[in-house]
């Protein structure tokens, strides 16, 4: 009876302690429940990633493909506001510490893991001038701050020239992390604020969602119009397409009738297509424009949320589809590094064949790190233990990381510390342009060059110790424009000699130093990036500029034109872009008769002054015609670099100008014949690299046309 009684108590004991357990149950919220995965958002990613890598590999075949960012930045929205609602709903509170310490398990392991390789391929295949820029870069991603280090670069004209690194397409994580660091306290802080109003919790997240996606969107259509360079790589003017996704996720809670979902996702993933095709680099984005790939993905996710099968479902459910949205992140991660790299381990420009190979390497990486770094870094029992040993683990690697960038930044900076351009260029036969030489007998005009990395000694904008920049004398907006050297030793009647233009005369003051050296002159030059020195209304560069832009040019201009008419120099020389800079006089004529125009009065008014003019001609395209690279990867061959004439020289309106002017005291110089013959140019002549950069020349180049210079300007009668 004892024992009996003793298993009743044991009974009751078990009955009392599942009776507190089911009563604690009651009290404590539950779980959130975990999402029923999408086979629709996984083909998304997809598309999505599909579309960048190819308009990353072609870009002039699928040159809308980068609105495949835009699709992921919906997706996202979606998903993180789905899970937060959920939490919220179930538990009441959201746990910030696990949120972020998921996402660094997530996204972390296999970012930082790209970024240390990519470091290590910049450090051995790369030239040591570009190490200091992808540090900086690869700093900056590990610190998600790229979009904000590209948005400030974008400022500076030249840095338009500065070539790829293998961090920048990091910019989109960055901005990612950085709407997701604050959408979960915005969300937070709409969940009190309803609490404390008795409103209810989703609605109050809805509306302030809604706002956000307005004013951002408002934000990113006037920041497109009148900074789009800084504004592509702003969170603040991407915030928006987060928003719709988030804007989903909260009110999109009803299943929609089987023929609206099928036509819904056909008009979304046509919205995604259309853009991802006739988009190009010229149209404006974000802006308005990106409405259509960010609603386009918004109506295919509502389309999906009944979560049937759908039209769509037997190509973007099967296995391909859905392994490629699987390895997206990685994906993504691994295809530009190998872009970058992979012409300099090879030694060849991108062929088809390597393209290929690049993205099938892509893929291989893809897998490999979604399989062994992506997935165990999420489960990893040592980190998923604790948020806090997540968030310092998260912290120690950021560090190590960014110490790696700067480790790369320092050591470039020390490689071109003892690069400095010699003071003196000996000019000898077959050697660069003298190569060009009309009867030259030179045995390999077109071989190897000597030197075909480009580092400070090098850039065409160096400037020698006798050179002292005015910012109080003709700056071009807030920046200094113009600098004055003296060569003249003192001289009380030196001559005086004026340098005008662009960046692209710019780089002919290596030749015109040497020149002064020599004569005794005193230089002035004043350079407005991408902005002509003309009597015409300046309307961009390559494409309409925006009116700020357009007003700091015209200011400069006028007040270049009319301070050489005041100093009245000897001479002057100019030069600029022209054959890619936009004027508009209001005739509708085509644009080298408007520009030639515009020349003309100007340099009319500066020969009225008895100023010697000497048009300097524009010298063949490098970027627009051939990759940057080129010579880089193709030391041993450099003729693979040459391109028809036709293509890289075509008219100049400097030249058409000043032989319309028929005017002696309005000169020009023709540098085409020291660039190309009869049918092709060149990117190496003489055993010299002729460019510095996509768009300008080697300073070493440019130096040994000092004599030819000399012949155009002849000599100078200070009576």
């Known amino acids: 009876m004892g024992g009996y009684s003793a298993h009743r108590r044991r009974d009751r004991g078990r009955a009392d302690g599942h009776r507190r357990g089911h009563d604690l149950n009651r ?15 996984q083909a998304l990613r997809a598309i999505a990633i599909a579309a960048v890598v190819l308009n990353h590999l072609w870009p002039t075949r699928l040159t809308g493909g980068y609105v495949g960012v835009d699709v992921f930045f919906v997706i996202s929205g979606f998903l993180i506001t789905s899970h937060l609602t959920r939490e919220m709903t179930a538990t009441g509170r959201i746990a910030l510490a696990a949120f972020y310490a998921r996402r660094v398990r997530r996204l972390l392991p296999a970012a930082l893991l790209v970024l240390i390789v990519s470091a290590i391929g910049t450090l051995l295949l790369l030239p040591y001038p570009r190490w200091p820029r992808a540090g900086a870069e690869i700093a900056a991603s590990a610190g998600y701050v790229e979009n904000w280090f590209l948005s400030a670069m974008s400022v500076n004209y030249s840095a338009l020239n500065d070539q790829a690194t293998v961090a920048q397409h990091y910019w989109s994580l960055s901005v990612e992390e950085q709407f997701y660091l604050l959408w979960p306290l915005l969300l937070l802080a709409a969940s009190w604020w309803a609490v ?13 969602l809604a706002v956000l996606v307005v004013s951002s969107l408002a934000a990113s259509v006037i920041a497109t119009t009148l900074i789009p360079s800084q504004a592509y790589f702003a969170t603040y003017t991407r915030a928006w397409e987060f928003g719709v996704g988030g804007l989903l996720a909260l009110t999109a809670t009803r299943r929609l009738p089987r023929v609206g979902a099928d036509v ?50 037997a190509v973007t459910g099967t296995r391909p589809v859905q392994w490629i949205g699987d390895v997206s992140y990685s994906l993504y991660l691994w295809h530009w590094p190998l872009i970058v790299l992979v012409p300099f381990l090879v030694g060849a420009a991108p062929s088809t064949v390597m393209k290929l190979g690049i993205l099938a390497l ?8 979604a399989r062994f770094v992506e997935r165990p870094g999420q489960r990893w029992k040592f980190l998923a233990a604790s948020p806090r040993r997540t968030l310092l683990a998260m912290l120690g690697a950021v560090v190590t990381v960014a110490l790696v960038g700067g480790g ?30 009309p009867g030259a007998e030179c045995p390999d005009r077109f071989g190897p060059a000597a030197d075909v990395v480009m580092g400070p000694g090098n850039a065409y904008f160096a400037v020698p110790d006798e050179c002292r920049a005015d910012p109080a004398l003709l700056p071009f907006g807030d920046t200094t424009a113009t600098v004055v050297c003296d060569f003249s030793a003192g001289a009380a009647d030196a001559p005086t000699v004026w340098l005008v233009g662009d960046s692209h005369a710019q780089q002919w003051q290596g030749a ?25 209304p300046f309307i961009g560069f390559r494409e ?19 301070a050489v008419v005041e100093a009245a120099p000897d001479v002057v020389l100019t030069s600029s872009a022209g054959r890619v800079q936009l004027v508009d006089d209001g005739s509708d004529r085509p644009q080298t008769d408007q520009f030639a125009d515009g020349l003309q009065r100007t340099w009319r ?33 450099p003729l693979a670099c040459a391109v028809p004439i036709a293509e890289a020289q075509p008219a100049d309106p400097y030249l058409l100008a000043a032989s319309a002017a028929a005017d002696p005291s309005i000169r020009s110089f023709d540098a085409g014949p020291y660039f190309c013959d009869e049918v092709r140019c060149y990117a190496a002549i003489g055993g010299t690299a002729v460019f510095y950069d996509a768009d300008h020349l080697n300073l070493d180049y440019v130096r040994r046309f000092a004599p030819m210079l000399a012949d155009v300007i002849g000599p100078i009668d200070r009576d």
């Open 605 to 637: 008014a500066w020969a009225d002054a008895g100023v010697t003019v000497v048009a300097l001609g524009g010298v063949p395209f490098n970027g627009e015609v051939r990759s940057p690279d080129c010579l880089l990867v193709n030391a041993r061959n």
């Open 264 to 313: 819904l996702a056909l008009a979304g993933l046509v919205m995604i297509a259309l853009a991802a095709v006739f988009f190009g680099a010229a149209t404006p984005f974000p802006g308005y424009v990106a409405l259509q790939p960010v609603l386009g993905t918004a109506a295919v996710i509502l389309a999906g949320t009944g979560r049937e099968r759908l039209w769509h479902t």
């Open 408 to 437: 790369l930044v320092l050591t470039g900076r020390a490689a071109s510390a003892a690069d400095v351009p010699p003071v003196t260029v000996t000019i000898e036969a077959c050697v660069g342009p003298q190569a060009m030489d």
């Open 544 to 562: 309409p500029a925006t009116a700020a832009e357009q007003e700091r040019c015209e200011t400069w201009s006028s007040a270049v034109q009319a």
């Open 362 to 369: 892509s893929l291989l990486l893809a897998w490999a790190t």
């Open 512 to 536: 015109v130093f040497d020149l002064a050296r020599t004569e005794g002159w005193i230089v002035t030059t004043s350079f407005g990036g991408g902005c002509p020195v003309i009597d015409a």
């Open 196 to 208: 404390k109003r008795s409103a209810r919790p989703r609605v109050v997240a809805a509306v302030v």
């Open 27 to 41: 009290a404590r919220p539950a779980p959130p429940r975990r999402a029923a995965f999408r086979a629709d958002i």
